[in-house]
Nanobody, 125 residues
């Protein structure tokens, strides 16, 4: 699985963005997909993930109620709808896949085998 993230940008606090992550390969639908973020000087943190085959979502407490993760298996794409953005959401956002046929969500970056290149999200206060 190869992942390509896009859709970041520079926005003001309170605005919305919807980064997407396009995956190559026929096994996208059998992967748990996750979004992580990393701010300068900080560790890579869990943001959201979506399971397969049930598409059950999980969120970090810091984004719950503001972010929504979704997937379109026909397009091999996972999305992260980000609303009510805050300055502290500023980071590079990475999409990741756990690996084929693993259906359980994990919040740990080490449990994800495939990674995209990241897309920068900058929120001005």
């Amino acid at each position: 699985v190869q992942l390509q993230a896009s859709g970041g940008g520079l926005v003001e606090a309170g605005d919305s963005l919807r980064p997407s992550c396009a995956a190559s390969g026929r096994t996208f639908s059998r992967n748990v997909m996750g979004w992580f973020r990393q701010a300068p000087g900080k560790e890579r943190d869990f943001v959201a993930a979506i399971s397969w085959p049930t598409s059950y979502p999980a969120y970090a407490d810091s984004v719950k109620g503001r972010f929504t993760i979704s997937r379109d298996n026909a397009k091999n794409t996972v999305y992260l709808q980000m609303n009510s953005l805050k300055y502290e959401d500023t980071a590079v956002y990475y999409c990741a896949a756990r690996g084929n046929n693993i259906g359980v969500i994990s919040r740990h970056p080490s449990q994800y085998y495939y990674w995209g290149q990241g897309t920068q999200v900058t929120v001005s206060s």
